[in-house]
């Protein structure tokens, strides 16, 4: 391995957090990063060449030797210490819970084993004491929360069931919310004053104080809160235990919270004798739709403001309330005003008892909107599903060619690697002063490959900056010339046998104040497919003009050209045309320069046919802006 490819291998193991060691297939240990040193309390130079038995307690050798043997022979990628218990060594001698993941793989035929470690052995302690402290708490009858004096608006970090039962919340509703949840909106209450000054100070407090279940149910609560503070004498947690007191106010509450909805409802509320039919009571909400009052409606029944309905095919409706295991039913019709005017109405009936009176209680939503909503909203459905397939289609195809690119990045890597290493082994044979000029020839091709390699990092480190905001653009004042001079010298060392370039006429004139790298970059990227994409003995023209305000820059082959049907994504990230699959590339080049004009507030453009070669062009303001 060659000093960038060590270097580039180290950085890896290093940004690595999780702790990485490699064995080869005698469990001799061949490589450890910082994370596994760490763990395990060796330094590099004291593992290295050990084997792996170093850093297992000894009653797990055998075992492990023959789990090793097995694991080599099936060459798959596997997980430990999720579903059973897994311990290390370390050089003093502790024992230490961890999770492993092995990965196998196999260089110059011969097979390594790559583990990635994760010391647990805090985090299971940590989880014992917790199920011993949770056990004590679970099993208390009183609602019981802890919450965090150190964070920001002392959230809650533990209930017990006792508290969940009380209050009606999920986990999640709960876990990492101040407790003032549990008064919805009635926040003037004067013990709330009382307590929000003790948790200020710091002190132990109690108080009764209403709270609100989940479904809006009040309660008293009788709260206590202690402090906790730790050695250092700082608040930490506080404690609160809580009882619920309301046995005797729930009934009256309940009844005042009912009054409160029949009263000030927009919807109709209707409360009807289970014998009669008749109206007991009706709400204003129904009174004010009808158009009735309630002297007229106390003499009615439901089936004088339902114009489909007779006597009998109402009790047939609502009949099956007389079933002991139905308690309410819901259907719709349409309710018919003082004025005959008719609306659609949902009707929530329920069975139930006024004193010694067996009554239904029945509350009407007027559904006009809601009608008129659900044509609106089948046709939004329809729009949607359309634009949610189209974004499926877009979604699939982005990840063919996230897949696309893994593989062909693959490729670009392993393709000069391997003439890299065939050069290297061939220098070694050329041992004789005769042989000068073949060792010349394999030190340019490792040189060829490691620029090109270093050319591909560049690149995503260029994609890395556009994507994050951070390119600096210099601008400066520089001839057109220049440039093409420095695309055009460096183009020619890659021409095929007969290609040839037109250089451009009449520019020794033309200047432009804009970035000059940036413009180098674009044009060599261009000119160099333009090679890359023709055959021998081609012409590639570049052409350049200029007026008041643009600079037209364009480079033309005679090369393999872009299929239709490819042309629309060619600007797109990691995306190669059918056509030149098998050519090396990245995909990412014509992404790069896009990107880079556009910020210039430039365009790029082209025009191409299979076959029939293409035309890129770059239009670009005189002075930067």
């Not at 453009?605 to 293409?614: L, V």
């Not at 670009?620 to 802006?625: F, I």
Request: glycine share 4%; aromatic share 8%.
């Amino acid at each position: 391995m060659f000093p960038q490819d060590q270097e580039i291998f180290n950085i890896l193991l290093a940004s690595i957090s999780e702790g990485v060691i490699i064995v080869d297939h005698q469990q001799n240990i061949v490589e450890i990063n910082s994370a596994a040193e760490y763990i395990f309390g060796y330094d590099k130079k004291e593992i290295i060449n050990k084997n792996l038995n170093l850093l297992l307690p000894s009653n797990y050798h055998d075992k492990h030797d023959a789990h090793f043997e097995r694991f080599i022979k099936k060459g798959k990628a596997r997980s430990m210490g999720k579903a059973r218990d897994i311990y290390g060594l370390t050089k003093t001698g502790d024992i230490i819970e961890i999770e492993v993941e092995l990965n196998p793989f196999e260089v110059y035929h011969k097979k390594y084993v790559l583990a990635l470690i994760k010391d647990i052995s805090e985090i299971k302690q940590t989880e014992k004491d917790l199920m011993l402290k949770s056990s004590a708490l679970q099993s208390a009858n009183n609602g019981i929360i802890i919450t965090d004096a150190l964070k920001k608006d002392n959230p809650i970090i533990y209930f017990n069931p006792a508290f969940q039962k009380l209050t009606g919340y999920s986990s999640k509703d709960i876990l990492n919310q101040n407790c003032r949840f549990l008064q919805g909106d009635d926040r003037d209450q004067e013990p709330l004053k009382v307590l929000r000054k003790a948790i200020k100070k710091g002190e132990s407090c109690q108080v009764t104080i209403r709270n609100y279940k989940k479904d809006g149910t009040p309660f008293w609560n009788d709260l206590y809160i202690m402090p906790i503070v730790n050695k250092k004498g700082v608040l930490t947690h506080f404690i609160g235990i809580q009882n619920d007191v309301t046995k005797r106010k729930v009934a009256e509450a309940e009844r005042n919270h009912f009054a409160n909805i029949f009263h000030e409802s927009l919807n109709e509320i209707y409360v009807i004798h289970a014998e009669t039919l008749k109206f007991l009571n009706v709400n204003n909400g129904a009174q004010q739709n009808l158009g009735y009052s309630l002297e007229e409606l106390v003499h009615m029944t439901p089936i004088d403001i339902k114009p489909h309905y007779n006597e009998v095919q109402f009790r047939k409706e609502i009949s099956l309330l007389e079933k002991d295991n139905v308690d309410k039913i819901e259907f719709e019709t349409l309710h018919q005003r003082k004025s005959g005017s008719t609306y659609p109405v949902s009707i929530h009936l329920q069975r139930t008892t006024l004193g010694d009176q067996n009554i239904y209680v029945a509350i009407c939503l007027d559904i006009t909107e809601q009608k008129n909503y659900t044509k609106r909203l089948e046709q939004t459905v329809g729009e949607r599903t359309q634009e949610l397939r189209v974004a499926l289609a877009s979604e699939r195809e982005l990840n063919e060619l996230k897949t696309k690119f893994l593989s062909l990045v693959s490729h670009e890597f392993k393709t000069p690697l391997s003439a890299i290493q065939t050069s290297a082994i061939l220098l070694s044979k050329y041992t004789l002063e005769a042989q000068q000029p073949k060792r010349d020839k394999h030190i340019k091709t490792i040189s060829d490959k490691i620029n090109y390699l270093n050319n591909i990092i560049n690149d995503f480190l260029s994609l890395e900056k556009i994507e994050k905001g951070k390119v600096n653009y210099k601008f400066s004042t520089f001839k057109i010339s220049k440039v093409i001079n420095e695309v055009v010298y460096n183009a020619n060392m890659l021409l095929k046998d007969g290609q040839h370039i037109n250089y451009p006429d009449n520019i020794d004139d033309l200047s432009l104040y804009q970035d000059e790298k940036i413009l180098e970059l674009a044009l060599t990227n261009l000119v160099n497919n333009a090679i890359k994409y023709s055959s021998e003995h081609t012409i590639i023209d570049i052409d350049i003009q200029q007026n008041d305000e643009l600079t037209i820059l364009k480079v033309k082959d005679n090369g393999i050209g872009i299929p239709i049907a490819d042309q629309k994504h060619i600007f797109e990230r990691y995306f190669r045309a059918e056509n030149v699959l098998l050519t090396q590339g990245t995909g990412i080049g014509l992404n790069i320069i896009k990107d880079h004009i556009e910020n210039l507030n430039g365009n790029i453009y082209f025009e191409s046919k299979e076959h029939n070669g293409s035309i890129f062009t770059i239009e670009l303001p005189n002075k930067a802006k």
